[in-house]
């Protein structure tokens, strides 16, 4: 057994964990073309797929070797976050304190961390007074005497250093914002590991990471730090970025990740290490589709009724391609499509490209399929748009 089989049996055993609820009767639910059939829908209508969500859960919590939290500001849905829950989620990732309020009002008994590194006073005083919030992220030397500050430096604080990576293959880039580089970061291990029952490190690989060696390298950096430190570490956090399956972007296996990560762990021959990671989009992006209307067609572009202010963001300049179903029979060739969204904006355009018959037209219903990640979580009601109802699927 390795170090890292071992830990995931001790976490296993020290998680608090109640059975998974009952699965609801999938049958129960309507599918999407029965559903668009009946609604009709003029407003965008996301579809919740639950099974899905439960089914991602449970296979991310059993094959991460260490404790899994799920990073909450991708998709903070109640409906979402039960069904994570469900599938065998018990640790969640937030960042502010809407969203530590969010998930222990749902869930009393859930792990909750706060993985922001600049947090306002208020937030840390009641997230760790009123929601027993005990682990923080933390990336300076003023945050930690904030922290120790607005707590009054108790003895049942976990701190975690984050720690700055060099830009990496990731689709969506984290390394600019956050993170204390190896030098200060050590810095930062000896100065917190007095105040820290539990002390950690934590990265951020970039979101929708392709590259499974670019954890390797982040870990190998992260026991560089460690080793440089001189103190004792007790978690290493790799973050999220597990990335999922997009028209254009096919990606490795999560277990091959999870292998890749174990190599690098037990390279650094730190037994006793727990693992943590905080994965977002690997754990909902296939949990949610959006049915659209068109409401023009001019040329290869559609205006549909969703978009870059909408659940469709990151179709936007970050350029991301979803699947695209037409929601009625045709017999008509693939085509590539381009979609503007209902705003005034010019920037409400989505380049796509999109594939769909040759034949859609005004009136047709489109499902787009991936987005529950960063879709839902991110719509504004800019220019009168906010409307649209959530339903659960089979
Ligand atoms: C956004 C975020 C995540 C989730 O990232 P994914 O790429 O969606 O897996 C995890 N941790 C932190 C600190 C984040 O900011």
């Known amino acids: 057994m390795s170090h890292l089989r071992a830990r995931l049996a001790a976490a296993a055993l020290a998680a608090p964990h109640a059975a998974p609820m009952a699965e609801a009767a999938p049958a129960a639910l309507p599918c999407v073309d029965d559903l668009v059939a009946i609604l009709r829908p003029e407003e965008p209508l996301t579809c919740l797929r639950t099974a899905a969500l439960r089914a991602n859960a449970a ?19 109640p409906a979402v976050l039960q069904a994570l829950w469900d599938g065998g989620v018990r640790h969640f990732d937030c960042a502010s304190l809407p969203e530590v309020e969010r998930v222990s009002r749902i869930f009393p008994l859930a792990e909750i ?3 922001h590194p600049v947090k306002s006073r208020r ?26 500050e607005e707590t009054g430096a108790p003895a049942d604080l976990d701190l975690v250093i984050r720690l700055a990576l060099p830009t990496g293959p990731a689709k969506s880039d984290l390394s600019g914002k956050f993170g204390a580089w190896p030098v200060e970061a050590a810095t930062l291990l000896r100065q917190a590991r007095p105040h820290a029952r539990t002390l950690g ?40 970025g597990f990335p999922v399956a997009y028209p254009d972007q096919t ?60 659940s469709l963001s990151d179709a936007g300049p970050p350029g991301f391609r ?21 705003t005034c904006d010019s920037n409400d355009v989505m380049a796509g490209p999109f594939v769909l018959p040759d034949d859609v037209s005004e009136g047709d219903w489109v499902e787009i399929g991936q987005l529950g990640a960063y879709g839902a979580a991110l719509r504004t009601a800019f220019n009168g748009f906010g409307e649209g109802r959530s339903v659960a699927v089979r």
């Open 59 to 77: 296979g991310f919590t059993a094959g991460f070797p260490g404790v899994t939290m799920y990073a909450v500001k991708c998709n903070p849905d």
């Open 251 to 310: 990606p490795p296996a999560l277990g091959a990740i999870f292998a890749e990560i174990e190599a690098g762990v037990d390279a650094l021959d730190l037994p006793g290490l727990v693992l943590w990671a905080e994965p977002g989009r690997a754990l909902v992006a296939n949990g949610t589709s959006v049915v659209v209307q068109v409401q023009l067609r001019r040329g290869n572009a559609l205006y549909i009724n969703d978009g870059v202010f909408g």
């Open 201 to 240: 490190i934590s990265f951020h690989v970039g979101s929708q990471c392709l590259e499974p060696l670019a954890w390797r390298r982040a870990i190998q950096l992260a026991g560089e730090t460690m080793r440089a430190s001189g103190v004792p570490v007790d978690v290493l956090d790799v973050g999220g």
């Open 113 to 115: 961390h706060f993985m």
């Open 123 to 148: 937030a840390i005083a009641r997230s760790y007074r009123l929601h027993g919030v005990k682990t923080f992220v933390i990336d300076s030397a003023s945050e930690l005497a904030k922290m120790l």
């Open 322 to 342: 979803y699947p695209a179903r037409l929601l009625r029979a045709s017999a008509a060739g693939a085509q590539d499509f381009t979609f503007f969204g209902p």
